[in-house]
Structure formats: C-alpha cells, structure tokens
C-alpha cells in the first residue's frame, strides 16, 4: 500500500511543474471543460431511477497538457441499488514534440458491484498521435504501471485474501472524428495488462444541439479476464446524456 501511495502521490505532482501554452485547448484560453449529465425515473407500477454524470477538465501549462475527470452513474430498481460506480482520475501529458509525448496518470475507482471496494491504477509511458487534424484525430500510449485492488470484506473472506496487485503493460488506442460541423464519433480503448486483462471501450457519437449545448449517446463495455466468484467478465452500460462544453 506505501509503494501504491507513493507512486499516485508522485504521478498526481507531475503535472502541476510547468508554466504555459500550446493548442491542447482552443483559442486563448489555458483551460476548458465537459460536463454531462443524464437521467431517468420511472414512477407507479415501477419505481426506477437512474444517474449518470461527468466533468472532464483540460489544462495547458507550457510543454504540459493536463485532463482531469470525475464520473458517476447511480441506478435504482424498487428502492434495490443494482449499479453504483465513481471513478477520478488525473493526466499529465509533456509534450516532446508536435507529435510524442510523455504521459503520467492515476485513477481511482469505485465499483461495489465487481466485488472490489476500490481499484487505483498508476502508469506512465511514451504517447504518439498518427492523426491530429481539424477533423480527425488518433493517438496511441503504451507503458508501463500498476493496479491495486482492494476486496470488500465478503469476498475477502471467500478468497482468503483482501487484496489484488500487479505490475502491468497500460495501452490506450483514441480515435475521433467529425462527422460534420456539428457532430463527433469518438471510440477509445484502454487496456490493463498483467496477472490478468482489464479493458474498457467506449463508443460514443455526439452531435450538437444549440450552441455549447450537445447530446452524446455512448456505449462503454467492461472486460476483466479473471473476475472474482459469482461475478461476470463483463459489464455493459449504455448512457443517452446532456452534455455541456465550456
């Protein structure tokens, strides 16, 4: 736990050591943001609720170009919690050049549902965009980091053990594209590789309603290639949200 502290405290310092301006935010400004929001209730013969919400913050600080984000989803059937996931996270990217770029990140996420109280992952490494256009974008990361993962007490006991760690191979894939003036498809693939695989994908189209004003539909699938007993590989989730840029 010490080491996983230590390596998350040095990773969240990194970005905050520069001072300013490339074109990782539009225009004059040093910092922009995303905030999302969708909902869904259901009252009578059958009382369902559903939450989800998202702020992703980008930052230019010189030969840095930092992301921030913090996400919810929250969903209730009958007064029964079936879904219940919060993830932060924070990433520094220092620009080499127009293209490569060192990156360093830590996430934190909490997801009661995988049998995990919390799970914290910690890499860095080497990213290069292929594209990077007015229209369309594709970069790619790849390095090296480490995952800890703490069981609830439950499981703990089943297993006979309260905790997962591994070094692991961290690899992103990010693609975007506009679709016209006033719509974006975007799909990203990230991948955990080590003891066993943690992916997540995400498809997603955004198209613009009035002004900063959109609505993105996405499709986000889990995958762990080992997960504990009685519970599935694989987590779908399916989000029809308000989004706002700013």
């Given at each position: 736990m010490k080491k996983l502290l230590l390596?998350?405290?040095?990773?969240?310092?990194?970005?905050?050591?520069?001072?300013?301006?490339?074109?990782?935010?539009?225009?004059?400004?040093?910092?922009?943001?995303?905030?999302?929001?969708?909902?869904?209730?259901?009252?009578?013969?059958?009382?369902?609720?559903?939450?989800?919400a998202r702020l992703a913050l980008k930052q230019e600080l010189g030969d840095w170009e930092n992301q921030y984000i913090a996400e919810g989803l929250y969903k209730e059937d009958t007064e029964e919690v079936t879904a219940k996931r919060y993830f932060f996270g924070v990433q520094g990217?220092?620009?080499?050049?127009?293209?490569?770029?060192?990156?360093?990140?830590?996430?934190?996420?909490?997801?009661?549902?995988?049998?995990?109280?919390?799970?914290?992952t910690t890499s860095a490494g080497y990213g290069y965009r292929f594209i990077d256009t007015d229209r369309m974008s594709l970069k790619a990361e790849a390095g090296p980091g480490y995952i800890y993962q703490q069981l609830d007490d439950e499981l703990a006991v089943s297993e006979g053990y309260d905790s997962d760690d591994s070094v692991v191979v961290h690899a992103v894939v990010d693609f975007q594209t506009k679709l016209g003036e006033s719509?974006?498809?975007?799909?990203?693939?990230?991948?955990?590789?080590?003891?066993?695989?943690?992916?997540?994908?995400?498809?997603?189209?955004?198209?613009?309603?009035?002004?900063?004003?959109?609505?993105?539909?996405?499709?986000?699938?889990?995958?762990?290639?080992?997960?504990?007993d009685g519970k599935e590989s694989t987590d779908t989730e399916t989000n029809m949200t308000l989004l706002y840029a700013f």
């Open positions: 390596t998350a405290a040095i990773t969240l310092a990194m970005p905050f050591a520069a001072h300013a301006g490339s074109e990782f935010v539009e225009g004059d400004a040093t910092l922009a943001g995303e905030a999302e929001l969708g909902a869904t209730l259901t009252t009578g013969n059958t009382d369902t609720s559903s939450f989800k990217d220092y620009q080499i050049d127009d293209l490569s770029y060192l990156f360093a990140n830590t996430n934190y996420e909490v997801d009661p549902f995988t049998g995990y109280d919390f799970t914290s719509s974006k498809f975007q799909q990203k693939f990230v991948a955990d590789w080590g003891e066993k695989l943690d992916a997540r994908s995400e498809t997603s189209l955004t198209a613009n309603i009035v002004g900063a004003l959109a609505m993105k539909f996405a499709v986000i699938v889990r995958y762990n290639s080992d997960p504990l």
